[in-house]
C-alpha cells in the first residue's frame, strides 16, 4: 500500500497540516491475509483509524464499512473517543485524509463539530453542494498532487474574510494545552482564552467536538504516540523504546497510567501499538502501509 503525504498552500497551514494519500496495490478482496494480522478481518483490508476530533475521507473505487456505516466517496468524521476500523468490502482502495487542526474544520467549512461528534456522515447524506461536488472532483482525477491542488483550491473559497477570532483563541489554547502537557483545567483554558467558564465550554464543544477534560486526553495520548513514532525511527531497534520516559514526559503518572489510556483509547497496549511499526498522521488516523 502506498502511503504519500501532501501540504497544503501556505494560507491554508493555520487550518489543514496536512494531507495523507493512501492507494492500495491489489483488490482487498484478493488479498490473502497473513495468519494472525490485526489488519484484516475475515479477508477484508481494516484501517483503524484511532481517536480523532474530526477527519474528511475521500475515497474512490471502493465500498467500506466505517464504524458501522456503509460509505463510499467523501465521508464527514465527528470527533470520536475510541478507535474505528474502516474495513474495505469491495474494489481497489484509494483515499485522501484530510488532517485538519484543531478546530480548523469549524473554522473552515462552518460544520458544528459538537453536533458531528461522534457520528459518520457521507456527503450526501450531510447535505453539503460544495462538498459532492469535490468529491466528484477527487473521483474523477487520478493524481494525489492534482487532488490535493483541487482541494486546495475548493478550501481557499472557504478562508474566513474576517479573523476567526474563537479559532485564534482555540489556538492558544491548544499551544498552553501542549506547554503543560495535559495539566490543565478547563477553567485555565477558559482563562488563557479570554472567555468566561460558560462561553469558552459552548465554544470549545462546537468548533472541537469533545469537551475539553477529554481534549486534554486525546491531546496527551496523541502526543505520547507522536513521541513512540519518533522514538521508533531514532532508535536501535536492539535498545528498545523508553515507554516510562515517554509517559513521564507527557503527563502521566506512570506507565500503567498511560497503558490504561491506551487500552481504552486504542484498544491495544503501547508495546503492542509500538511493534505494529504504524505511521501516524497528525490527527492520529492509522493507515497500514
Same mark, same amino acid.
Given at each position: ?18 494531507? =495523507? ?14 495468519? @494472525?494480522?490485526?489488519?484484516?478481518? $475475515? ?10 476530533? @474530526?477527519? #474528511?475521507?475521500? *475515497? ?17 468524521? &465527528? /470527533? $470520536? ?22 478546530? @480548523? ?5 462552518? %460544520? ?7 457520528? =459518520?456522515?457521507? +456527503?450526501?447524506?450531510?447535505?453539503? /453542494? ?20 483541487? %482541494?486546495?483550491?475548493? #478550501? ?5 474574510? $474576517?479573523? !476567526? ?12 494545552? !501542549? /506547554? ?9 483554558? +477558559?482563562? =488563557? ?15 472541537? &467536538? ?16 507522536? +513521541? ?10 536492539? /535498545?528498545? %523504546?523508553?515507554?516510562? &520516559?515517554?509517559?513521564?514526559?507527557? @503527563?502521566?503518572? !506512570? ?9 481504552? *483509547? ?11 511499526? %504504524?505511521? #501516524? ?9
Amino acid at each position: 500500500m502506498q502511503h504519500r503525504i501532501i501540504h497544503p498552500t501556505q494560507a491554508l497551514q493555520p487550518y489543514i497540516y496536512r494531507y =495523507v494519500f493512501v492507494r492500495a496495490d491489489g483488490s482487498t478482496d484478493t488479498m490473502t491475509p497473513p495468519a @494472525g494480522d490485526p489488519r484484516f478481518v $475475515n479477508g477484508k483490508h481494516v484501517q483503524p483509524l484511532l481517536p480523532n476530533y @474530526g477527519s #474528511l475521507i475521500f *475515497m474512490r473505487n471502493v465500498v467500506v464499512d466505517l464504524g458501522g456505516t456503509r460509505c463510499e466517496g467523501l465521508t464527514l468524521l &465527528g /470527533a $470520536n473517543q475510541r478507535m474505528i476500523g474502516l474495513t474495505t468490502l469491495g474494489g481497489w482502495f484509494e483515499g485522501m485524509l484530510l488532517d485538519f487542526e484543531p478546530g @480548523g474544520m469549524h473554522a473552515l467549512l462552518g %460544520i458544528d463539530l459538537q453536533q458531528l461528534a461522534g457520528r =459518520v456522515l457521507t +456527503a450526501v447524506a450531510y447535505g453539503d /453542494a460544495g462538498l459532492q461536488e469535490l468529491d466528484r472532483l477527487f473521483k474523477s482525477t487520478p493524481e494525489p498532487e492534482q487532488i490535493a491542488r483541487l %482541494i486546495d483550491a475548493f #478550501l481557499l473559497g472557504h478562508l474566513p474574510h $474576517n479573523e !476567526d477570532y474563537n479559532y485564534q483563541r482555540l489556538r492558544k489554547v491548544v499551544s498552553a494545552c !501542549d /506547554a503543560a502537557h495535559g495539566n490543565i483545567s478547563a477553567a485555565q483554558m +477558559a482563562a =488563557v482564552a479570554c472567555l468566561s467558564e460558560r462561553q469558552f465550554l459552548r465554544v470549545f464543544r462546537q468548533y472541537v &467536538g469533545v469537551p475539553p477534560k477529554q481534549f486534554v486526553r486525546l491531546r496527551r495520548f496523541h502526543r505520547a504516540l507522536q +513521541a513512540m513514532q519518533q522514538a521508533a525511527h531514532s532508535t536501535h531497534p536492539a /535498545a528498545g %523504546i523508553d515507554l516510562l &520516559g515517554i509517559a513521564l514526559a507527557h @503527563g502521566y503518572y !506512570d506507565l500503567s497510567h498511560m497503558a490504561a489510556e491506551f487500552q481504552q *483509547m486504542g484498544c491495544v497496549s503501547p508495546s503492542h501499538f509500538r511493534m505494529l511499526g %504504524i505511521p #501516524l498522521t497528525s490527527d492520529f488516523s492509522v493507515f497500514f502501509a
